[in-house]
């Protein structure tokens, strides 16, 4: 079996850089679909924080689900969450439909290691580059 | 040590910290010191009042539960109605139907069990947080 390499640069408007994924989110009832950009966020344990404007425009209010989450941020700010269901896709070698949560106050999308831990990702610093080794 | 005069005290309160104080020996503005300190370390909740829809959603998983039922509930248009399903796939079919006839604004789906509590730790986003607060 042969593996591809993926490879996302950095992004450098953030100090220091931050490495991120190009994402593809979609509302699996409408199939309304927006491509994002999920910063990594290796201390984050769930699979995907989103943000409200990304819940309001693909219509998440129709796929919410009735759980009690909160986020606890350096232990010791605690948000609560609405977890909706949603349709993830990373390129064409990651698709899974997921529990993700809309976080009120962050303005941009977290990807926590629910999904990490399921790719092989290497975080190359010195070169500034997220690479993704996948079976083709 | 910085000197601050502080209005609105409640007297009980006062009363009783200037008690323990001397029972312990330390002086009240060691007490006040040691409360500010501890009160520092406990967590600020930011919450969402409840909705009426998950109050709704409380009251159907008792009935529910009292029935012995299993599954999903699946609640439209803010409690307007709500159908009954065995898994989530089956539940986003329901309101697939559902969208496609025109007839949905919002949906809420609630597992048949007794609310829990569950906590997500996050490391980035900080930021935005410290800013809103």
């Known amino acids: ?30 199939n309304e679909e927006l491509e994002e950009k999920a910063y990594i966020d290796t201390g984050f344990s769930g699979s995907l924080i989103i943000t409200k404007s990304i819940f309001e425009k693909l219509n998440l209010n129709l796929i919410e689900i009735d759980e009690t989450y909160y986020a606890i941020h350096a232990g010791r700010f605690i948000t609560k969450l609405s977890p909706v269901i949603a349709v993830v896709r990373i390129k064409n070698f990651y698709y899974k439909k997921m529990k993700i949560f809309v976080h009120p106050y962050i303005d941009k999308v977290l990807m926590g290691r629910e999904i990490l831990n399921e790719i092989y990702l290497c975080l190359n ?10 079976k083709s | ?115 829990s509590i569950r906590f997500l730790e996050i490391g980035g986003g900080l930021l935005e947080i410290c800013g809103e607060i």
């Open chain 1, 125 to 134: 610093g010195p070169k500034q580059v997220l690479e993704i080794l996948y």
């Open chain 2, 1 to 115: 040590m910085k000197n601050v005069f502080l209005r609105g005290i409640d007297e009980e309160t006062y009363r009783e910290v200037k008690v323990k104080a001397s029972l312990l020996g330390i002086t009240l503005s060691e007490a006040v010191n040691i409360a500010l300190k501890e009160w520092l370390k406990k967590p600020i909740i930011v919450e969402d009042k409840k909705s009426d829809v998950k109050e709704i959603a409380d009251r159907l998983v008792e009935k529910y539960l009292k029935k012995g039922v299993k599954g999903y509930i699946v609640i439209f248009n803010n409690g307007e109605n709500h159908a009954i399903c065995s898994s989530i796939d089956e539940a986003i079919n329901i309101i697939r139907k559902r969208y496609t006839e025109k007839k949905i604004s919002s949906v809420l789906i609630r597992e048949i069990k007794p609310r």
């Open chain 1, 1 to 30: 079996m042969d593996y591809l390499k993926f490879v996302e640069k950095y992004d450098i408007s953030i100090t220091p850089s931050h490495p991120f994924l190009k994402i593809d989110i979609s509302n699996p009832i409408t």
